[in-house]
């Protein structure tokens, strides 16, 4: 199975302030289509995962700009540029490079 | 909009059915999944079907015990759960493949606990 590693697994960061999740696969996402398929959802407490963005860097229909996704091959970057207080929660990766599709451990982000 | 039904509590060994209702999208066109999260920990892909059922998929933890199964006429996706363990304890969220191997659309979530 692909293996996606995340890091850190925790961040507390100051309002405004910008935040940076990384994310590891322990294979290449490139598809043998071209597309890497690597996608970020975010969690909040109790509530169901939403995906913020697919293919590493294409935001979903109403995911705020301040939310980006970059990387290539085997390392993905997730980023919020000024942090607010709705942004809490845990950040996964996914990959649908191979089957299993596999998540990250998750990194929780709280609000120092 | 998916809404799931069908968790509970049942007994090491047991098992349960879980439904999954769709509307507001075209069903009969989507690959539908199933992906659990134990408490506390990360999400796990359990199993995947093609639209019209020709292809599935399981995580090699739940092959021979769990059977994904839907019905496009009736807007349903199913999982059916046998011989379950204290390690299938978790909420199970139907979910739609957006077609770029991710989910764009989850359910609420339903709970499943295995326990004596």
């Known amino acids: 199975d692909v293996v996606m590693t995340q890091s850190p697994l925790s961040l507390s960061v100051t309002l405004g302030q910008p935040a940076s999740i990384s994310c590891r696969s322990s294979?290449?996402?490139?598809?043998?289509?071209?597309?890497?398929?690597l996608s970020w959802f975010h969690q909040r407490p109790g509530q169901s995962p939403r995906r913020l963005i697919h293919?590493?860097?294409n935001r979903d229909s109403g995911v705020p700009d301040r939310f980006s996704g970059s990387g290539s091959g085997t390392d993905f970057t997730l980023k919020i540029s000024r942090v607010e207080a709705e942004d809490v929660g845990i950040y996964s990766c996914?990959?649908?490079?191979?089957?299993?599709?596999?998540f990250g451990q998750g990194t929780k982000l709280e609000i120092k | 909009q998916l809404v799931e039904s069908g968790g509970g509590l049942v007994q090491p060994g047991g098992s349960l059915r879980l439904s999954c209702a769709a509307s507001g999208f075209t069903f009969s066109t989507y690959w539908m999944s199933w992906v659990r999260q134990a408490p506390g920990k990360g999400l796990e892909w359990v199993a995947n079907m093609k639209p019209d059922g020709g292809e599935i998929d399981y995580v090699d933890s739940v092959k021979g015990r769990f059977t994904i199964s839907r019905d496009n006429a009736k807007n349903s996706l199913y999982l059916q759960m046998n011989s379950l363990r204290a390690g299938d304890t978790a909420v199970y969220y139907c979910a739609r493949d957006s077609g770029e191997r991710s989910v764009d659309v989850w359910g609420q979530g339903t709970t499943v606990t295995v326990s004596s």
């Open positions: 996914m990959q649908g490079r191979r089957w299993p599709y596999t």
């Open positions: 294979q290449s996402l490139i598809h043998g289509d071209g597309n890497t398929y």
């Open positions: 293919k590493i860097s």
